[in-house]
């Protein structure tokens, strides 16, 4: 099992749901950018309640989720709406398609809800349909598809916003072996070409050994992962306010990991940029000992999009990934 | 907490493609639900008819209790498709706004989309009901004998209590066909597992059977 990135896009940590910990007591989850995770487990460990603790749908007890460098945790339920349509994909277990609307339809809705014209959105599903391989579906109603070309379809409506994070719940589940197989490979291709990190949940070991990183999940719990050492940054900084590194660099660096290069010296950040409303410190971001101190990252951004402006094309992360 | 989820954002679906969605689930609906809904406006006009004479002589204050009650009577046939139809249309509503919240709709809006189709179904029904009344209200009420207590009480509404009645009817048999397809099918469901949990177990399993099929 390999380790998660030192810097993560979601990071959750000792979540407890509900407050007697039946469903969910200690799960921890680290997700790095364009990671692929599996978080695996049988039937009734919590995996669907993590998940929707991850995507904001239920509100743990106790604990910690940091989304993009953001406290997650402390958003409102209209925050978490507005965050979870600009960063997140899901493919739920049960995938909901409009019978009166065609495929091409149902997979713009994610768009069209999150304020895309309907004729560009309906541009875009039809090019995501044509990476998921169902280009010639693209006018056929959702209720005259095979079970196979369904799942697909619901993996390219959860990609379709180009989101930083895709949840899967058991989107695979009732298919047989080669039909899971080649939807499991054309999935992580994708979202490796876009940079999309996945965290898919399962029950099938075969089907989470394809993924980068397994977690296993019993009875609420998953093992303790390694605590990231560097503070998340967001990768979505708005135009108005730009996020600032709040490290500044230190003299010496001393890189405990060979996959960790030295960077060049960075320059001290310019006092004069607005400040941040008090946020809540990432636990990665309290003091840390010098030996453990990574070097700080530049701030990315989707381009310079303001946070409202969606950038489905992801061409400003694709930049920003450069 | 970050500031730039404190600023209002417009990033809600435009109102254009809400209309366009609406439209859509109304008028786009085939197969089942299209059958399904084309039963709810038949019973709705067989509704419509006595229950606005009903509600119309009932404002005149005109009406005896024995005539009230036949006109009662005369209602239940269309009142009893309307509802067995919105009960079948119940399942494709439900399953309408659980899509509608997947893709991140809010939660009035994945309600009120699917409502469309079923109120403005009921409201055909409705209208077609009173026009059908109006045309031939002189024709029916002619043939009554003039010391009848209906037609006495017919003869006794304005024009004022005829399209108040219509107004009424029209209202209370969308609300009744939305009650009916939507909380008052899950209160349904909720009891009959509660009365008869086998037979709605069975009942389920074999409505998910067909729809694999």
Redesign the interface.
Known sequence: MSLPSDNPVLDARALRYPADGSVLQQANLAVGEGETVAVLGPARAGKTALLHCLTGRITPSSGSIWANGKAFHLFSADQKRSFQRRNYGLVPQRTGFVPELSLDQNVALPLIFAGVAREEAVRRARTWLERFELGEHVGRRAGSLPEESLRRAALARGMVTDPLVLFADEPLAGLDSADVAAIARMLLSIARSHGTSVVFFTREQDLAGRFQRRVDMTQGRTPNQPVPTAPATARRAPKSTPIVPTVVARPSVIVTSPAEQPMPPTQPTQPAQPAQPAQPAHPAQQPQPATLFSPPREPRSRGGLPLGAPDYLGAGRAEANR | ???????P??????Q??LL??AV??SL???GA?AACLLRLSVGTVLATLPLTVLLAAGLADALPGKTALGLVLATCPGAAVSLWAAHSVAA?RA??A???R?????RAVSWLLPAVRVALATGLGALVGTAALAILRGAVFRGLPKESPLYRAVTAVSSGGWILAAIGVTALLTVCALFASGAGHRLAGRLRRRLAPRAAAVTERSRDRLKAR
Do not use: I, K, Y
Request: glycine share 8%; no cysteine.
């Open positions: 907490m970050s500031s730039a989820f404190a600023a954002r417009g990033a809600g679906p435009q254009s493609a366009w969605l859509r689930l786009n609906v085939r639900a494709d399953a309408t659980e899509a509608l997947q893709v991140g709709a809010e």
